[in-house]
């Protein structure tokens, strides 16, 4: 068979077999330590934090720290606080022409962003941990041991919470350098997929314990709507536009030019998951305003804020995602700079005058194809609360769509597109017997 012919291949491949297995080495550390609790908890006493994390915000929060969050985990907040803080350092450098000049630096303005992202995420982390603990001796006040000192706990706690997400940043990077794919990515998924057997498994058993006989069915009809979903989100990740454009190549020895046609690949969705990161950011201020256990009592509007399975908060959260679509896209695709360059290297658009008539005519492209874009983006986004409105248990309906859906897919297709350069670049057989992986664009991570 031509799988395992394949993984042959990838085993014969001694600097790729040695990649996959430190990165699977790295994964089992973060995974196991997700397991181990803050000292002075007990484990057997977390129900009502394991209850408030099943539905609401607070699932997607766990979901993303692979149950770290309920477990009160040495590696509770993850990879988040650096994820925020990557956000930030991103924007700064769209604004603050310092940020701007560091970008344009190569490797060194590079390393100093990196260590500005580490400072910030520290500085994210001081605050995040106690109010972290301060819920969980909330939710969980029978936990925590009767002798312990509640400052010096936390004290020690917020110590332990920064340093369990610093290491976890630690592993990613370790990932990055030594393993196969983005390390942070790589985290990323692992936390959201170690929650699918358990909701598959949740899903399973209660429609199987649903009257009727049409529960199975009903199971089958889910799985079968999964796959489609899958495909649409792959769509959307390797989703391309080719604008032509003729390069002309002088022929050594003469004055002729010959045309050889290229293309400029434009996407469908160049924002990526982005979007629905800042739309998510944005949903979580009325819960945050509240405190995490102020949610259940509002009341109003902000009660229609804090329910991710209501009407007016997709409603919201599908328009936010469509706006920030088209900032991000604005933001990162410059139209003038692919002009300018198409123009230094003697090519053009065909029918398209170079210069402010090619900016204009790549820009008015791409308004047109990031509408779609978002608006496909948008409604993967809400997919979970409409599978929640057909009677699904909400922790496998996340997996319908949104950000985790989307982080999965592309980071999976990242991963085996590397994986395949491997094995192209040895001359075996790609991982595909047509066609190759198309990820996204290169570097880009699944944040």
Do not use: C
């Not at 000292?39 to 699932?59: R, W």
């Not at 992202?117 to 972290?132: E, G, M, S």
């Not at 599908?318 to 139209?335: E, H, M, Q, S």
Request: hydrophobic fraction near 50%.
């Amino acid at each position: 068979m031509k799988s395992i012919e394949t993984l042959k291949n990838i085993w014969a491949i001694e600097e790729l077999r040695k990649k996959i297995l430190i990165t699977l080495l790295f994964v089992a550390i973060y995974r196991l330590g997700s397991f181990v609790v803050l000292p002075g908890i007990d484990p057997a006493q977390l129900t009502k934090l394991h209850e408030q994390t099943d539905t609401g915000l607070l699932a997607l929060l766990n979901m993303f720290s692979g149950g770290a969050f309920s477990n009160a985990s040495i590696f509770a907040l993850g990879i988040m606080p650096y994820i925020s803080a990557s956000i930030v350092i991103q924007l700064l450098g769209i604004f603050m022409p310092y940020f701007q000049k560091l970008q344009r630096e190569g490797e060194s303005g590079h390393r100093k962003i990196n260590q500005y992202t580490r400072w910030l995420t520290l500085f994210i982390l001081v605050f995040q941990a106690p109010t972290y603990l301060i819920n969980l001796k909330m939710q969980a006040g029978p936990a925590l041991n009767a002798s312990l000192d509640w400052t010096f706990f936390m004290v020690t706690s917020t110590i332990i919470l920064a340093a369990g997400s610093m290491f976890v940043l630690w592993l990613g990077e370790r990932i990055t350098d030594k393993g196969i794919g983005n390390g942070v990515s790589l985290i990323i998924m692992v936390g959201i997929i170690a929650r699918l057997p358990q909701a598959f498994g949740q899903e399973f058993t209660s429609r199987l314990g649903s009257p009727g006989a049409g529960g199975f069915i009903m199971f089958i009809v889910e799985i079968a709507v999964f796959l489609l979903v899958i495909a649409a989100a792959i769509m959307l990740v390797q989703g391309v536009r080719k604008v032509p454009v003729q390069y002309a190549k002088r022929i050594v020895g003469n004055k002729q030019y010959g045309g050889a046609r290229q293309y400029i690949p434009l996407k469908v969705n160049a924002a990526n998951v982005m979007p629905i990161i800042f739309a998510q950011a944005i949903m979580f201020i009325p819960i945050t305003l509240l405190g995490f256990s102020g949610a259940e009592g509002a009341t109003g509007i902000v009660r229609a804020l804090t329910d991710h399975m209501g009407i007016w908060y997709n409603l919201i959260f599908a328009t936010l995602i469509i706006v920030f679509t088209y900032f991000y896209t604005a933001i990162t695709v410059n139209p003038v700079q692919m002009s300018e360059d198409m123009k230094k290297n003697n090519g053009f658009i065909p029918g398209v005058k170079p210069g402010k008539h090619t900016a204009d005519y790549l820009d008015a492209i791409m308004t047109r194809i990031t509408l779609p874009g978002s608006v496909f983006l948008a409604i993967i986004a809400i997919l979970p609360a409409i599978a929640g409105q057909f009677g699904m248990q909400s922790e496998f309906a996340q997996f319908f769509g949104g950000t985790s859906l989307l982080i999965l897919v592309g980071v999976v297709l990242d991963t085996l597109q590397q994986v395949e350069s491997h094995l192209l670049m040895r001359h075996y057989d790609g991982l595909l017997s047509t066609g190759r992986i198309r990820g996204r664009s290169a570097g880009v991570s699944a944040y």
